[in-house]
């Protein structure tokens, strides 16, 4: 009998796969992939499982898990910058510390994400003002649809708010290696979040030491139950749950009239571009009834920590969560009129 894939996520949550394969090298992976292909099955990649929800009913077909390892470190150029390439199934933390231990700076602030280095590009992962697609230069991938491997740029992977070519349930490309641009120096790229200026002492848009970055995130993100932590319920997610809704000048007057006739304050806002705005989804959720920990006692709740992560305390199914994720949109949707969209890749469902 294949695991169940619950033991493969950080939800803790999916049932079993029809076959799994863990590869640990990249011909195995790309031998797995071709090999599932040629037999028309199905084929789900798991790194992490820190951005999966998975069906109860498990998956159709072949998961393939990716373990493969390897970082490698290129020389500086002539302006300090390094090119550092690393495997699909490296741990992404332990690539940031890896990073900041060589004093490499541009990974810093993006300490502490769960998930494997081959999945960065996938929801092109951010936190605290910055994103990763700032400092990739080129994912190589297999194409699953042309059996070849291909070197992407930065400018093929249209990566955007957490989103890129990479991101959909039926992934074309397996990718294989990451190479990031770092520069050789002690600073931090420019501190732009607020929250991380303050835990740091700095003013907005100074940097700090790389380390010190690192750890104010981590500090930050441990109190928020965003660091993953096999003995806090908190953490058993697959983090934010709702990306942060964008939506136009004329939609964003419509909640702030809405906001304004239950009496729930000024409503923050992003410029998102474009005459967007980008407002932030835990603010839509709390002001409309769900506070941190609502759900409670049932085993799928919202965080005690965080209203952006829906939580498995323990003996909750993918349905329990997902029903919670219903009530908390169509919540959302009567209150202010914006329909708020999962960030998790859903696997044999839907919301
Ligand atoms: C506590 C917590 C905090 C988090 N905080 C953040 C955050 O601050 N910012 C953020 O952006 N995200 C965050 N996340 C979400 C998640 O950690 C990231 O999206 C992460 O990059 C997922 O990596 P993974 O290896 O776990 O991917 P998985 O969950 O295993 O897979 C995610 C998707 O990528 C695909 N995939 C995986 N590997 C490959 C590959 N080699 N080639 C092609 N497709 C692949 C999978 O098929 C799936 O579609 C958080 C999650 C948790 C649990």
Redesign the pocket.
């Known amino acids: 009998m294949t695991p169940a894939l619950a033991d493969y ?2 939800l803790g949550l999916g049932g079993r796969a029809r076959s799994f394969v863990s590869a640990t090298t990249e011909g195995g992976l790309i031998g797995a992939v071709r090999a599932a292909d040629a037999a028309a099955e199905p084929v ?9 929800v998975i069906s109860d009913e498990g998956f159709p077909g072949t998961v393939v898990h ?1 373990n493969t390892r390897g970082i490698g470190y290129g020389d500086a150029d002539d302006n300090g910058a390094v090119d550092v390439t690393v495997a ?1 199934g490296e741990d ?1 933390d332990g690539v940031v510390a890896a990073t900041v231990a060589e004093g490499l700076a541009g990974l810093e602030s993006l300490s502490g ?4 280095a ?3 590009p ?2 092109n ?3 605290y003002g910055r994103e990763v697609a700032e400092v990739i230069t080129q994912v190589r991938v297999h194409d699953r649809r042309d059996d070849q491997i291909l070197v992407l740029g930065n400018e093929d992977c249209s990566f955007a708010y ?1 989103t890129s070519l ?1 991101k959909s ?1 039926e ?1 074309r ?3 294989l290696d990451v190479t990031f641009r770092l520069a050789r120096q002690a600073l931090s790229l420019p501190v732009k979040y607020a929250e991380l200026a303050a835990e740091l002492g700095v003013a907005l848009g100074e940097g700090a030491g790389t380390g010190e970055v690192r750890s104010a995130v981590l500090k930050i993100r441990s109190r928020k ?4 932590s096999p003995g806090d319920p908190d ?1 058993r ?4 749950f709702f990306t942060n809704p964008i939506i136009t000048a004329a939609d964003f007057a419509a909640v702030e009239a809405a906001a304004s006739a239950r009496a729930a304050g000024p409503v923050p806002k992003y410029d998102a571009g474009d005459g967007l705005v980008k407002v932030p989804a835990a603010w839509l959720i709390e002001h409309a009834g769900f506070a941190k920990g609502y759900g409670a006692p049932s085993p799928a709740r919202v965080s005690s920590k965080h209203t952006l ?1 829906l939580v498995n305390t323990g003996s909750a199914t993918t349905a329990d969560l997902l029903a919670l994720a219903r009530e908390i949109v169509s919540g959302v949707r009567s209150a202010y009129g914006v329909t708020l969209t999962p960030e998790p ?1 859903l696997i044999g469902v839907s919301l």
Do not use: E, H
Not at 113 to 116: A, D, N, T
Not at 237 to 240: D, E, I, L, N, T
């Open positions: 996520t950080t789900l990649l798991i790194g992490g499982g820190s951005n999966l990716v699909a992404w994400i769960p998930g494997r081959g999945a960065t996938i929801q992962v951010g936190a957490r990479f349930a992934a490309y397996v990718v139950g965003m660091v993953l953490t997610s697959a983090g934010s992560a890749i």
